[in-house]
């Protein structure tokens, strides 16, 4: 069964957003440019040959958060009356470029969005177990434009082959948004929707000084400029899921790191014998970005209120949901440490609600595995001690500021005190998963529910 489209809600968008008002505002400039250096390409742009601005990315209202994630496409599929080769399509009339960004983008979901079973649904299917809603969401394209065949006006995969040299000129018009976006966000993991986007996406990162690796290992990879409808790398889709893993990437002057998982495109995943309805994806995602792995085929695909009893996110505000962890890698890498009793003792010693609010926001977005993989690859004695350092080093933070760290201390105030006292005399490993079951629970409840 399919998410349900309200992961789409209008509502969640960002109505305020500045990089979507560059967009909505600058891109005809540069679709001029575009059609001047590229007279003669067989491909062209829709929005072009109708004078309109491209499309604003679907940012949610909470983009900017850690836990939040970035998807990638290649190019708009063309979405306009007259010119659409899907089920959903938007009247041209509703394409207004007089009319604010956010008011242009409530018109494409309710048209375009909403209902639509071969693109976002899959997607909602494929992000509801690792985030909330699509506030926590950026959905963009590296061609913000419909790309199209000039001579039949259709679009697709047959549109970016027909010039490849055009398309990657456009991924590179399109570039300062894109990074803006990357460098605006604390969400530091981005997917990236099928083989072509994966490859110029890395094409691009790699000519603007970032560098990626696959996870854990030592040496830097250059992309291929083998043609676009190519593996970047050689390594295809169903790479990733066989080995679990994903890209490294980074860029030493913004001293960041991000993991790119390239997927299947969400057309390819309805019917796919190696990831049907992403059930696969789901699973690598989920433990990629520390969440739940969806542990059923009877519960994929299912909306969060269709769920089981049990695993609704009404449960998750509670001490009783919070104290039923696992041990999660993180922890088992923090107890394999010779000292890891003594540090505990030290680290519980202070442990109050506020402390363990911080525990998990320092495990979940600095004591990473991804990041610890890249730190210490060579020996699990040394990346062992880099966490305990990275935790340590950590605790010194404070939440001061209302926010949901301090929303998810007044879910968790009632039965505090009983609760602590279990969890100061947990190891270290149970107690890493209390803590981020903390994060994943309380915190994004709380930022749900408006509670700071």
Request: with cysteine; aromatic share 8%.
């Amino acid at each position: 069964m399919m998410a349900s489209m309200a992961f789409w809600d209008a509502a969640n968008l960002d109505a305020e957003d500045n990089i979507n008002r560059s967009i909505w505002t600058s891109s005809r400039a540069a679709q001029r440019r575009l059609a001047d250096a590229y007279p003669k390409s067989p491909a062209g742009l829709l929005q072009a040959e109708l004078g309109l601005p491209w499309v604003p990315d679907l940012a949610g209202s909470r983009w900017r958060e850690p836990g939040s994630v970035f998807v990638v496409g290649s190019a708009y599929s063309p979405f306009i009356a007259g010119h659409a080769g899907r089920a959903r399509s938007m009247q041209l009339v509703d394409y207004d470029s007089s009319v604010e960004p956010i008011e242009f983008q409530r018109r494409f979901v309710e048209a375009v969005v909403e209902g639509d079973t071969n693109y976002y649904g899959p997607l909602a299917t494929l992000l509801e177990p690792v985030v909330d809603d699509g506030s926590q969401v950026v959905l963009l394209d590296l061609c913000r434009g419909c790309l199209i065949d000039r001579e039949t006006g259709s679009g697709g995969d047959d549109a970016i082959a027909l010039d490849p040299d055009f398309f990657l000129a456009v991924a590179e018009a399109n570039w300062a948004w894109t990074s803006a976006r990357l460098e605006a966000s604390d969400a530091d993991v981005i997917v990236v929707l099928g083989l072509r986007a994966e490859h110029v996406l890395l094409r691009l990162l790699h000519a603007h000084g970032f560098r990626m690796r696959v996870r854990g290992r030592p040496r830097h990879f250059e992309p291929s400029t083998s043609a676009i409808t190519e593996y970047a790398t050689g390594m295809y889709l169903g790479h990733w899921l066989d080995r679990e893993t994903w890209w490294e990437v980074e860029h030493p002057g913004w001293d960041r790191r991000w993991r790119l998982l390239p997927v299947y495109h969400p057309a390819v995943s309805l019917d796919s014998r190696w990831d049907r309805g992403y059930s696969r994806t789901r699973r690598l995602l989920a433990s990629m970005m520390g969440r739940p792995v969806p542990d059923d085929d009877e519960v994929q695909g299912l909306h969060l209120s269709e769920r089981p009893a049990g695993r609704t996110t009404a449960d998750k505000a509670t001490w009783e949901w919070v104290l039923a962890a696992s041990v999660p890698p993180v922890g088992r890498l923090l107890a394999s440490h010779p000292q890891a009793e003594s540090r505990t003792t030290r680290l519980v010693e202070t442990l109050d609600l506020e402390r363990l609010i911080v525990l998990g926001d320092v495990l979940f977005n600095k004591c990473r595995m991804a990041y610890l993989d890249g730190a210490a690859s060579s020996s699990d004695y040394r990346k062992a001690d880099v966490a305990w350092e990275w935790l340590e080093a950590g605790m010194a933070k404070r939440h001061t500021r209302p926010s949901g760290w301090t929303g998810a201390a007044k879910l968790l105030r009632d039965g505090a005190e009983e609760a602590l006292a279990e969890v100061r005399a947990l190891d270290i490993g149970r107690l890493a998963g209390v803590a981020l079951r903390v994060v994943d629970g309380p915190y994004r409840e709380a930022n749900k529910r408006g509670i700071k």
